[in-house]
């Protein structure tokens, strides 16, 4: 009886919580609001909710660690050969033929514990990456002791319009051998990258609604198609980001997510969840859950909306589904082919 009058009493505040998800806010959103969204979600969760992780045979194997990051993970034979090519002259990277490009790390930036941002200098001060949104380039290093090269896929965070650099933040994880070697990297040292590796293609107001879930390091597509969303004035598309990490201090590009939710609030929503909160914390806690996302994303029978996934494989188990390959989607599974989403509304980085 205590439960059910307690879930009672939450259903007004979660309805009005779902016309936001469904329709254009009319206000700002205040950080009081965004409290009394996970107050109510933490009423729920105790009388019967449920954290993905915690679930019995959803603990991921030494295989699926969240320690391993989509990041880490190689690209696929065909993705890394069959590059488009650019006609832009003033692009750094052109894709088709054009092989590595080696380029110069320009300076290192400690951002938290175990992330930096690196910054490396175009092969000319005038040039532009060549990057579309959205897109990723490759990296390949060969230490020494190694009998192939390391490639892995990363997204930069320096817009696509930048001249003379481009910039990565990338988190060290135990065990990933490009990270590791990233971090261990120097100022006027060389790494070689390739590419542009294209992803999802977008264009001005392509979706009405669009929801990016993300965890750790997975959030770095997810801030080159939000800030490529409002650079554009053109552009009205409306976005909710759902952000999981461990601690605080693993929410990258924190600050630059609260610009953007000051400078559109009535277009901008961000959710955080953290595993490991600290004292004071009145967002999320725990896991990304079901019941957040049926509270916050737009509903599945909503026309023209388009949920993004990234982040470690034991979230895609959990959230979509893990994909086939780097270049193939994959079944749509977990939480939100449970809440109803179809194939086609879902796309994992």
């Known amino acids: 009886m205590f439960a059910r009058s307690i879930l009672r009493s939450a259903q007004p505040m979660k309805s009005s919580l779902r016309r936001y998800a469904t329709d254009s806010p009319q206000a700002p959103q205040s950080n009081g609001s965004r409290t009394a969204i996970f107050a109510g979600l933490a009423i729920a969760a105790g009388a019967g909710g449920y954290y993905y992780y915690g679930q019995p045979g959803a603990a991921p194997s030494s295989s699926t660690s969240t ?18 090519a650019s006609t832009n002259k003033s692009a750094a990277f052109t894709g088709g033929d054009q092989g590595w490009v080696d380029l110069k790390l320009e300076s290192v930036e400690q951002v938290s514990h175990n992330t930096k941002k690196f ?9 532009v990456s060549g990057l579309q949104i959205a897109s990723a380039l490759l990296t390949k290093y060969k230490g020494p002791a190694m009998e192939k090269p390391v490639i892995r896929p990363y997204t930069p965070t320096s817009d696509e319009d930048a ?9 060290r994880y135990p065990d990933g051998p490009m990270s590791e070697h990233l971090h261990n990297m120097n100022p006027e040292q060389r790494l070689s990258f390739k590419g542009p590796i294209p992803k999802y293609p977008w264009s001005p107001n392509k979706h009405d609604h669009i929801a990016l879930i993300a965890g750790g390091t997975g959030i770095t597509p997810m801030y080159q198609l939000a800030r490529a969303i409002f650079k554009n004035p053109e552009d009205k598309t409306k976005v909710t980001l759902v952000f999981g990490n461990v601690g605080e201090e693993d929410i990258l590009l924190k600050r630059e997510f609260e610009d953007l939710e000051n400078e559109y609030p009535q277009r901008f929503r961000a959710f955080y969840v953290l595993d490991n909160p600290p004292d004071g914390w009145t967002q999320g806690k725990g896991f990304i859950t079901k019941e957040l996302l049926k509270t916050v994303l737009p509903e599945p029978k909503v026309e023209n909306t388009k949920i993004f996934v990234c982040g470690p494989p ?36």
Do not use: C, H, N
């Open 119 to 127: 910054r490396f200098a175009l092969p000319d001060k005038d040039d």
């Open 67 to 84: 320690s391993s990051p989509a990041a880490e993970a190689p690209p696929s034979k065909d993705e890394e050969k069959t590059i488009p």
């Open 163 to 171: 001249r003379g650099y481009l910039d990565f933040v990338i988190k």
């Open 314 to 349: 034991a979230m895609y188990k959990a959230i979509s589904g893990v994909k086939k390959s780097p270049a193939e989607q994959g079944e749509l599974a977990g939480m939100l082919k449970e809440l109803g989403y179809r194939q086609d509304q879902v796309y994992k980085f």
